[in-house]
């Protein structure tokens, strides 16, 4: 993974002192994927970050991010949580994601209960502002999240013992990201911020989306392998496709979820599959988030930030 990363970022121009991971595509968009259950990214609460649901959410890794969403419903009980949490690693899964939290303490214990339990990999994302709240668990990957800004990353630097940050950037603060030097010693996603409309692109989103996945003929880069589920219980392929409801984890398990056609259907929508794409020969090595490509369009199969048909 070290020298996929460093590719991937290094085309992007950025210096890689600070570990720069990702740039507009999360971490595991590089990986090769293979038809199986990778990760569950498990929202606690509606979120207090910075976009919500009804305004959209024009983050490049916003999955993974501390947003603001409507709960439909009651929420998950913990007892249930836990649950969802026993039923991920038996059904094979390895990374857990723990994010949209309402409480910083209830976070602490779900993350610790995951570590306790021995799954594998447990990352938490924390606001940076409420990083004071937070004591370190071993075993558990916490990760901030902090609009950039010389300030913000002075203050990322205190916190030597966080796993990454993940840093939001607007495109015309890209270039200041070309040459970073910081102190800070964990990896580092570049979430970058997308206009509502393709007019109002100010970066060069074919650069960004650039990716070096062994895969993407049979698998999407980012979606396969991965479960969302809310924190009022619908399970979706993305946190971020919140009208994609595959099945109802209030009613059903994971390895009944795992069953549905649906859910294996977003793992297998390849380039191929998408109709404007499917004769591009850039097709194979160009990422894409749908869930931003569905803000912005209404449709799974949008392409409205694509510089190449636009």
Avoid at 22 to 34: D, E, G, L, M, Q
Avoid at 172 to 199: Q, W
Wanted: aromatic fraction near 8%; glycine fraction near 8%; charge should be negative.
């Amino acid at each position: 993974m070290e020298k996929v990363a460093y590719d991937t970022a290094h085309s992007f121009g950025i210096d890689l002192s600070p570990r720069v991971t990702s740039v507009a595509k999360p971490p595991w968009s590089n990986r090769s994927h293979n038809g199986r259950l990778e990760r569950l990214i498990l929202q606690l609460g509606a979120g207090r970050g910075k976009f919500s649901e009804p305004t959209g959410i024009p983050r490049s890794i916003g999955c993974i991010g501390n947003n603001s969403f409507i709960l439909r419903r009651d929420p998950l009980s913990v007892e249930r949580v836990r649950e969802l949490i026993r039923e991920f690693l038996e059904a094979g899964g390895s990374e857990l994601w723990l994010t949209n939290y309402d409480s910083v303490g209830y976070l602490l214990s779900m993350a610790a209960y995951a570590v306790e339990i021995g799954v594998p990999e447990v990352y938490a994302v924390v606001l940076l502002d409420d990083l004071d709240e937070v004591k370190p668990v071993d075993g558990v990957r916490f990760i901030a999240e902090l609009e950039y800004s010389e300030e913000n990353i002075q203050r990322l630097e205190a916190h030597s013992w966080l796993h990454g940050a993940l840093v939001m950037v607007k495109g015309s603060d890209l270039d200041e990201l070309r040459g970073l030097k910081t102190t800070f010693p964990g990896e580092i996603y570049v979430d970058v911020l997308y206009p509502g409309s393709a007019r109002k692109l100010d970066f060069n989103v074919i650069e960004l989306r650039r990716i070096l996945n062994p895969t993407t003929e049979r698998y999407h880069d980012c979606l396969a392998g991965t479960l969302a589920i809310t924190a009022d219980g619908y399970a979706l392929p993305c946190p971020l496709l919140r009208n994609n409801v595959v099945a109802d984890a209030k009613e059903v398990g994971i390895k009944t979820v795992l069953r549905k056609r649906r859910l294996k259907e977003f793992w297998r929508m390849t380039k191929d599959k998408i109709e404007a794409c499917s004769t591009c020969p850039f097709k194979y090595i160009c990422h894409d988030c749908r869930a931003l490509e569905y803000q912005a369009t209404g449709e799974i199969d949008g392409i409205e930030y694509c510089q190449i048909t636009f």
